[in-house]
Structures are given as C-alpha cells and as structure tokens.
C-alpha cells in the first residue's frame, strides 16, 4: 500500500497496476495489517482506484499487466469472493475482450464457473464475442461436451449453439445438451416454466434447427402442471412471447398427444372460467393435433356453449377461429349438441349491445347455419322508401 500511494502521487500508472495484482490477489479487501509509511494513504488510493469510476488510464494499463502476467482467470476468482473490485475487475474484462486473443487469457473453465459474474460485469455485446472466440479457438465447445449438464447455464448453452454453427465439435455439444435435457427432473422444467428462463427458449431453439430432442415424461407432466396453474390463475406467462407452442414440439410424438389430451380434460373440468390465456398457449397446438376432434360433443356441449354464455368479446373471437379451422368439431357433435348450441349463440346475439360482440357471433352462426336477421338501423332510409312507393 506504501508503494501504491508513492506511485499514484508520482503518476506512475504502471508501478500503481503492478502494486495492484498482489493486493487484489491476496488481499483484495484491502485489509493489510501493516500500516507502516504511507500504506495508510495508500490504501485511500486503493479504495478509491477500485470506486465506481476506476481512472480509465489505471484500467487500461492494469489490463495489460493482468494480461502480461495471465492472471485473468485469478482476477474473475477474486471478483467472485470481493464485491470491491468488481469495477476494475469489469473494466479489464472489457478491454480484453476487445483483443482478438482474449481466447488465450481466460480459460473456459473459468467462463462456465463465472458465467453469472460474466453476465453481471460486461455488455451482451461483449460477452457474446467472448464466447464466439472461445468457441472457435479454445476448448469451450468441446470441453462442454464433459462436463455436467447444468439448467442454470442454458444461456451459455443457447450462446454456444448460435457460435457454433459450422464447428466440427457441433454434433457432440448437440448431443450433450438433448441427453441433458432429457435427464431434467419434473421439478426443474417446472421451475424454469413458471420463470420463462433461458432453458425453455434453449427447447425452443433445437426444435427451430431440426434437432430431435425427444422429451418425455418430465416435461409432459411438468407442462401438465403448469397448464393447471394457468388456468387457475388465468394468467399468461412470460419469456417466449410466440414461440411458446414450439415447446411442445421437443416432447416425443407419444407425449406431445398425451398432454394435449390431458390438457384438453383439464380444460373441460374448468371450462366455467376464462381460457384466453392457455388458448393464447396452446390453442394451435389443439387444432393441429387433432385433440378437440376427439371429443367433439363434449368440446361443444361443455366448453364452447360455456365461451358464448360468457359472451368476452376475445374469447368469442377466438372460438370463432378456432370454428373456422376446424368445422368437423361441431358437425362430429350430437344434433342435440348441435341445435342447443344454436340457440345460445343466438340468444347471445340477441342480448347484446355491443357490435364487436355481434359481429364476431353472426361469424360463428354462418359457421353453424343459424341465421340471425338484424332490425333495421336506417329508420329514415325506410321512410324514403315508403314515400315513394306511395308516389307510384
């Protein structure tokens, strides 16, 4: 600390950067006994060298020395245990990763084992470009394929995947991650489900590139329970936007019919509350495999009359899309089925008053072959008319 301080009075970034690494390796909380000289000022200048705003001449030179010295991997180690010197410890970060051989001063171990840190200390831009140089000149994407498969890395993972397009080791990180998602208990496709995380887009990306993943019984009954919840909650979740449908096409052919089967039951059972959201979810899912087919007077009798009884402008909408993509629903259904869902529908149209409403039902009444006759709403068009039959 003695040393620093003389050298920062001095100006001399570059004795400052080499009295730096001892300290931050050592003693990166700064707590030296000796307080001998003017280590006592000197350890000022520390805390303040390591401050929200690291002197960008200090950062520099020191990220030259910490590369000079490959001790890029003890500086990430010491950033993870002191909070203090997370700054600087950023600052260098960044200026390595603008070299083209940043690859050489951090090894992948120490990117997998800090991956969190990484995410909290440097850009999206940077940290994608450190892991597209590990990629394609160090060990990342095979060394990957060694190590345990770990669902709070499915960012790394996905980042990874995007690098390594054209690599030769490809095809083995492939299937190191569809053996390790396939591995994933119930409880953590769950938990990743409810949050929307990275590993949900990490299916949904494999299933974009043609990869067969295969998912069975775990996310089959963890997408189950999360359907519930939804439906319960009526409440859509976050994080995939779109492509959340895609999930269930990395469930093997076997599951992916069962859940929509079984979802299709849960939907049934609750059919006296809201179903935008699941619909939102998984209602092309329904439509494509076929499932509502299967039950088609339950579907109407049960769950469809329920949606005109309500009478939201949103879920009418929907199930008159949903009518249109898929007509043999209601002509597989019972006459009776049939005929009692005319006259809801009609009745329907009848109460209200809002015109969305109306329009979206007369839609699902030419599906149906009711006819609705609409009262006039031109009184003086009718009057003009009889004026001049009455002329004639």
């Known amino acids: 600390m003695h040393h620093l301080n003389y050298a920062y009075e001095k100006g001399d970034y570059e004795a400052v950067s080499l009295c730096l690494i001892p300290i931050i390796e050592f003693v990166p909380e700064g707590n030296i006994q000796n307080q001998q000289g003017q280590a006592p000022q000197g350890r000022q200048k520390y805390n303040q060298i390591l401050g929200n705003n690291p002197p960008e001449e200090i950062v520099a030179m020191f990220a030259n020395e910490v590369r000079e010295f490959q001790k890029v991997d003890e500086l990430l180690e010491k950033a993870a245990e002191a909070s203090n010197v997370k700054k600087i410890v950023s600052g260098v970060m960044e200026s390595l990763i603008q070299q083209e051989d940043a690859y050489q001063h951090l090894s992948s171990s120490s990117v997998v084992e800090h991956y969190d840190l990484l995410q909290e200390m440097l850009s999206p831009e940077s940290l994608q470009n450190l892991i597209r140089q590990l990629v394609k000149n160090s060990d990342l994407l095979r060394a990957r394929v060694d190590w345990e498969f770990n669902a709070n890395l499915s960012e790394l993972y996905l980042q990874i ?32 489900l409810n949050e929307g995380d990275h590993l949900i887009a990490l299916v949904i990306i494999t299933v ?141 149209w009848e109460e209200t008053g809002d015109e969305q409403l109306r329009q979206q039902l007369e839609a699902i009444a030419n599906l149906v072959d009711l006819e609705l006759e609409r009262e006039s709403s031109e009184p003086e068009r009718e009057i003009a008319d009889s004026e001049h039959g009455g002329d004639e």
């Open 208 to 348: 974009k590139e043609g990869i067969s993943v295969e998912l069975g019984k775990n996310l089959h009954e963890a997408l189950l329970e999360h359907a519930k919840e939804i439906l319960q909650d009526e409440t859509t979740p976050s994080g995939v936007d779109g492509d959340w449908g895609l999930i269930l096409e990395g469930l093997s052919e076997i599951y992916k019919k069962t859940f929509l089967r079984d979802l299709l039951e849960e939907i049934l059972k609750q059919a006296d509350v809201m179903q935008i959201p699941i619909l939102n979810l998984y209602g092309n899912a329904l439509l494509k495999y076929g499932v509502l087919q299967e039950q088609a007077d339950r579907v109407i009798r049960v769950w469809f009359t329920q949606i005109v009884d309500r009478s939201d402008v949103e879920e009418i909408s929907r199930l008159a899309q949903i009518m249109n993509e898929q007509p043999k629903i209601f002509l597989q259904s019972e006459p009776e089925t049939q005929q009692t869902f005319r006259e809801r529908v009609h009745n329907a």
């Open 161 to 192: 995947l995007e690098a390594s397009q054209g690599e030769e080791g490809r095809e083995a990180f492939i299937k190191f991650l569809t053996n390790g998602l396939r591995g994933l208990p119930k409880e953590t496709w769950l938990e990743k």
